[in-house]
């Protein structure tokens, strides 16, 4: 249930000075919101209580606020008292900033900002601003908004967890010893649950033996068993509610949270310690942050994600699977932190209909001159086809021996090699000695045949006229987005925690410099467009000024000097001249209705109006 936010309906204005023109960008910003669906903005809402604010109205404030790099609620709740396009996209409503934050953190908000980059996508295929049909593809990392010393190192986690399970299945076997608990599988005492079901036990032994005990007499020789059995398990009981248990939770909870990372911040777990750009102190320290991986085309964000890892080569693939406007382009362009074996085969299987321009990391080294000269690369030594070997700078021969197969852990994927071993009879002792190790062994070569494959393919791609054209528009297209989001509108550290509210803060500023470069590029049109008019019709002033002064001299002539030779001489040359002039002077009739307010026009309308007279 939302409160009624219908605009364009017709209202009482008390006062009309309260407007803001309509080539503002909240202008533009309003008109974009309300163009998406109403479906879309409201979505799923409560049925009771007090009537939200309307969702249009908080996306318009703050995308209109970041525009104007004011991303604090408490800031963004004063420019609705202060400020007057923010007073118009609300309506001249007070809205706390506990609202805007809580709109800002919501998941409605995080649905619906997504959303609003497939409608802008669609806005830019309509009016033909897709770059070549290209994608640009490329990350970043931005700082979190967390603590910077609060960190869980997942080395550390491993280390002490493992340290602590030991310890547990110890203390086990010591309560397993006295009958205090009954057997139970050591992988279920390495965990919290078991531990406490241990802890349980301990407990109701306890109490067991303190009912025994309230039953002997007070004095016995040589003191009570009992007494001396309760006393030491009272101090494993404190050491399992105290210690272990507490700990061993802790520790699970870590290794839930790093989720395959290394390290996460404990103010923002979502948030991994990565290095930044920005080391002033020169000493590689690592700070929270995120890596945000970002599409653009003609330099307007059409979609963007979030990932905990700081390289760019993993995120490929889930971040083309979660775009939803990938059939409307065909080709993906990135740089050569995306170019891995592992992507290429995803690219040739799941993206066949598309073409890709990525260089592979040895790309750029592989052209020059050094590259190319260097004897002890494989890829300049001799190979022989027919008898598949090779011989090497020094002319040893290594010879085909068998395929080898290796999984890679990060990726999980298989890749198969050729492995080329020294032969152990060579030409000459030298070439022998040369053919093996410093230990003693023969020496390998391993060659990939796939990886060589999709490389020589890139290569192609990217050394054609297309592909160096199409290369080269990745600089300028999506580079130049994370200098303005950085240094332009300020955003050099995220303003929320939590992936989701970083996705949606993030989203919000991005977004905001879609319409802001649109209604830029708009706007700079429109105002070219006038300026050009305007010296257009200056010109046109100064053009006529100088036709109606030769009419007006020429009718003087005719009217005050009727007998002159010059009269006559033009009578010979041109007998119409009068008509010429009634002709002309249609032409410029209606410039010189246009042009009113210029100080000659009361005195040419009058001669003008004195020469039709005599004219007729």
Known sequence: MYQNYTTGQTALTLNLDFTIPNNHLATVIGWFVDSIPEDVLLGDSAKTGRPAYHPAMMLKI????????????????????????????????????????????????????????????????????????????????IEADANRYSFVWRKAVEKYHEKLKGQAVELYDELIAKEVVKAMAKEQVQTSQGLTELAQETEAEIEKLTEEIAQEPKAIPGGSARKAKRRALKKLLHKLRKDYVPRMKKYEEAEEVF???????????????????????????????????????????????????????????????????????DKIVADAGYGSEYNYSMLEEEY??????????????????????????????????????????????????????????????????????????????ELERLAKTKSGRQRQVRYNPNWQYLKEKAKGVLQ??????????????????????????????????????????????????????????????????????????KKTVKQLKLRVGLIVFWYLKVSFFPDTSLLNNLKCRQKNIFSIIIQKFHQYQVLLQMHLEYRYQKRSSLHIHHLHEHVA
């Not at 085909?400 to 290796?406: H, I, L, P, Q």
């Not at 990060?410 to 002792?429: H, I, N």
């Not at 509210?501 to 977004?511: C, S």
Request: aromatic residues 14%.
């Open 259 to 329: 989720a395959g990372r290394n390290s996460y911040s404990k103010t923002d777990h979502d948030a991994t310690f990565m290095h930044m750009k920005e080391d002033h102190m020169k000493n590689g320290q690592l700070k929270p942050g995120y890596n945000i991986q970002v599409a653009t085309t003609d330099q307007y964000v059409v979609d963007f994600a979030l990932y905990p890892n700081p390289t760019d080569f993993k995120t490929l693939e889930p971040f083309l699977k979660q775009m939803t406007t990938m059939d409307k382009f």
């Open 352 to 429: 066949s209909d598309k073409q890709y321009y990525i260089p592979y990391t040895m790309y750029e080294k592989e052209q020059t001159r050094k590259y190319k000269n260097d004897p002890t690369k494989l890829a300049n030594w001799f190979y022989d086809e027919e008898d598949d070997y090779y011989l090497d700078q020094n002319g040893v021969r290594f010879s085909f021996k068998c395929y080898s197969r290796r999984k890679d852990k990060s990726t999980g994927q298989v890749r198969d090699f050729k492995v080329y071993e020294a032969d152990k009879f060579q030409l000459t002792p």
């Open 62 to 141: 703050l995308l209109f606020a970041y525009s104007r790099r004011v991303f604090s609620g408490r800031k963004i709740a004063l420019m609705l008292e202060e400020n007057l396009p923010m007073m118009v996209l609300a309506e001249h409503q007070q809205i706390s900033y506990h609202t805007i934050n809580n709109f800002r953190s919501s998941d409605h908000a995080n649905e619906l900002v997504k959303k609003c980059f497939l409608y802008f996508t669609n806005l830019l295929e309509q009016e033909g601003l897709i770059n070549e049909g290209a994608i640009f593809i490329d990350g970043t990392k």
């Open 464 to 537: 054609s006229p297309e592909g160096r054209y199409i290369y080269s528009k990745r600089k300028y297209d999506v580079e130049p987005v994370f200098g303005h989001l950085k240094n332009v509108f300020g955003m050099r550290r995220t303003h929320l925690r939590g992936k989701k509210k970083v996705e949606t803060d993030v989203g919000i500023a991005f977004m905001m410099m879609n319409l802001s470069k649109y209604w830029n590029r708009r706007w700079s049109k429109d105002q070219s467009s006038l300026r050009k008019n305007k010296n257009n019709k």
